[in-house]
């Protein structure tokens, strides 16, 4: 689903900031980075224009002095950005919609970007009392607008969705927005392994109508006691395969694609942004290191979890598991202290590579595994998903899971002041403008 990601509480903010400024039409200027292959846009800033840019202004139309437009479309063309007009309707009831005043506005503007600014790929933007509405400049194609933080907020209106008897009960839970709300998100899921394989279960029996699966390994005889949906007759194929047509099973209509792949190989990190939520469920620091960074870079809010059972002299000392969300205002895997960057390091290494290293011993020995703490911890991260995007009050973004104690225990972590991966400082809604911590083209592995 393409769409314009915010940081949260940005667009209410400046809404607050125009209509308050007067009876008559305001206008602002933003800039974002757009990704053609996934038609996203990436809200990088936005601030209402001056009072001496206004060429004329009422409670019916404004407009601009093509000084601003001419600095604008410099400012496009030189840092490969894409503009965003955006004004008000301050007597709009409801969603607020374009007027012909506005398309008239809009195809002036649109031819001048032609000329001066001809890469740049603009959104026009309306702000009510009630709601806001955006559109590609010129095109009239209606996009979403997201605010993204603890939570996932589509701020565009609806699409008028209709649901089918079989979520009958959960709409009696989290209503018809809710359940609109699961319906519109594209899904990744990372890993389809024990607690990923999990998570994609619920998200099947929940009415998750997009989803692409990522996933490199094959199925082996050892994965069968913990790997929902697979049985002995898929040993030997891809995990992700294996995952896409058992959730097809259970949801035939869904869009499910399956991507053989490593998330940490450029070319399949490039699919990140063209999501609107992310499952990170791998053991692997790199793919953590590249997902986690992701998440804040394009503003794809990500789900990390994590499951570890201890055994000294075949008594099991340890029975933990992690779930920590990764968006705008939360803390990264970074300021949490989540990742080993010697490990990192390792795991980014090709077979080759890893087998000329002088510091990587031996091979990385299996760890215990039981799929009800799987399970328990894809059931925490799935919860914690709807407390994000649906009505239910579940407001833990980062808890712990003790299963000895039989502890849930939410905790609350600090962001770590200009960190490199989550802060304005760093690649916070840098989208495409900073490079990802993956493996080059030429170094990935099947």
Same mark, same amino acid.
């Given at each position: 689903?393409?769409?314009?990601?915010?940081?949260?509480?940005?667009?209410?903010?400046?809404?607050?900031?125009?209509?308050?400024?007067?009876?008559?039409?305001?206008?602002?200027?933003?800039?974002?980075?757009?990704?053609?292959?996934?038609?996203?846009?990436?809200?990088?800033?936005?601030?209402?224009?001056?009072?001496?840019?206004?060429?004329?202004?009422?409670?019916?139309?404004?407009?601009?002095?093509?000084?601003?437009?001419?600095?604008?479309?410099?400012?496009?063309?030189?840092?490969?950005?894409?503009?965003?007009?955006?004004?008000?309707?301050?007597?709009?009831?409801?969603?607020?919609?374009?007027?012909?005043?506005?398309?008239?506005?809009?195809?002036?503007?649109?031819?001048?970007?032609?000329?001066?600014?001809?890469?740049?790929?603009?959104?026009?933007?309306?702000?009510?009392?009630?709601?806001?509405?955006?559109?590609?400049?010129?095109?009239?194609?209606?996009?979403?607008?997201?605010?993204?933080?603890?939570?996932?907020?589509?701020?565009?209106?609806?699409?008028?969705?209709?649901?089918?008897?079989?979520?009958?009960?959960?709409?009696?839970?989290?209503?018809?927005?809710?359940?609109?709300?699961?319906?519109?998100?594209?899904?990744?899921?990372? #890993?389809?392994?024990?607690?990923? =394989?999990?998570? !994609?279960?619920? &998200?099947?029996?929940? $009415? *998750?109508? %997009?989803?692409?699966? +990522?996933?490199?390994?094959?199925?082996?005889?050892?994965?069968?006691?913990?790997?929902?949906?697979?049985?002995?007759?898929?040993?030997?194929?891809?995990?992700?395969?294996?995952?896409?047509?058992?959730?097809?099973?259970?949801?035939?209509?869904?869009?499910?694609?399956?991507?053989?792949?490593?998330?940490?190989?450029?070319?399949?990190?490039?699919?990140?942004?063209?999501?609107?939520?992310?499952?990170?469920?791998?053991?692997?620091?790199?793919?953590?290191?590249?997902?986690?960074?992701?998440?804040?870079?394009?503003?794809?809010?990500?789900?990390?979890?994590?499951?570890?059972?201890?055994?000294?002299?075949?008594?099991?000392?340890?029975?933990? #598991?992690?779930?920590?969300?990764? =968006?705008?205002? !939360?803390?990264? &895997?970074?300021?949490? $202290? *989540?990742? %080993?960057?010697?490990? +990192?390091?390792?795991?980014?290494?090709?077979?080759?590579?890893?087998?000329?290293?002088?510091?990587?011993?031996?091979?990385?020995?299996?760890?215990?595994?039981?799929?009800?703490?799987?399970?328990?911890?894809?059931?925490?991260?799935?919860?914690?998903?709807?407390?994000?995007?649906?009505?239910?009050?579940?407001?833990?973004?980062?808890?712990?899971?003790?299963?000895?104690?039989?502890?849930?225990?939410?905790?609350?972590?600090?962001?770590?002041?200009?960190?490199?991966?989550?802060?304005?400082?760093?690649?916070?809604?840098?989208?495409?403008?900073?490079?990802?911590?993956?493996?080059?083209?030429?170094?990935?592995?099947?």
């Amino acid at each position: 689903m393409s769409g314009l990601k915010t940081i949260s509480g940005s667009c209410h903010a400046l809404a607050e900031a125009l209509l308050s400024s007067g009876p008559e039409e305001a206008c602002a200027i933003g800039y974002a980075h757009h990704d053609r292959s996934s038609g996203t846009w990436v809200l990088i800033e936005v601030e209402p224009v001056a009072a001496s840019a206004y060429a004329d202004r009422s409670v019916i139309a404004a407009s601009l002095r093509s000084e601003l437009l001419i600095e604008v479309a410099n400012r496009a063309r030189r840092d490969r950005l894409s503009p965003i007009f955006i004004h008000t309707h301050p007597f709009a009831q409801g969603s607020p919609v374009f007027s012909s005043i506005d398309d008239a506005g809009e195809r002036d503007i649109l031819a001048y970007l032609a000329r001066r600014a001809p890469d740049a790929c603009a959104l026009a933007m309306v702000i009510g009392p009630d709601g806001i509405a955006a559109r590609v400049l010129g095109e009239g194609r209606a996009i979403d607008v997201w605010d993204v933080g603890a939570a996932l907020t589509c701020l565009s209106g609806s699409d008028g969705a209709r649901f089918e008897d079989r979520h009958d009960r959960q709409l009696r839970a989290f209503g018809p927005d809710g359940q609109q709300a699961l319906n519109r998100l594209k899904y990744l899921v990372v #890993g389809a392994g024990g607690t990923g =394989a999990a998570t !994609l279960q619920q &998200l099947a029996y929940l $009415g *998750a109508r %997009d989803v692409t699966i +990522i996933d490199h390994d094959l199925v082996e005889l050892t994965n069968l006691n913990r790997l929902v949906g697979a049985t002995i007759h898929d040993i030997g194929r891809p995990k992700a395969e294996v995952a896409r047509d058992w959730f097809l099973a259970i949801s035939p209509g869904a869009n499910v694609e399956a991507v053989v792949g490593d998330i940490v190989d450029a070319r399949v990190a490039r699919r990140i942004s063209d999501h609107d939520l992310i499952f990170l469920c791998t053991d692997s620091h790199a793919s953590r290191a590249v997902v986690g960074q992701a998440a804040y870079q394009y503003l794809v809010p990500a789900i990390d979890m994590g499951v570890s059972i201890s055994v000294k002299d075949g008594v099991v000392t340890h029975l933990t #598991g992690r779930v920590q969300m990764l =968006a705008p205002s !939360l803390p990264c &895997l970074s300021c949490t $202290g *989540a990742l %080993d960057g010697e490990q +990192i390091r390792r795991e980014m290494l090709t077979p080759e590579q890893r087998a000329a290293d002088p510091y990587v011993i031996g091979g990385h020995a299996p760890q215990p595994a039981v799929i009800s703490l799987n399970s328990t911890m894809a059931s925490l991260a799935v919860t914690m998903m709807l407390g994000a995007v649906t009505p239910i009050p579940a407001g833990a973004r980062f808890q712990y899971y003790d299963g000895i104690a039989g502890k849930v225990r939410p905790t609350v972590a600090n962001v770590r002041a200009n960190c490199i991966v989550c802060s304005k400082a760093g690649a916070l809604a840098q989208g495409g403008r900073w490079a990802l911590p993956v493996r080059p083209e030429g170094d990935a592995h099947g």
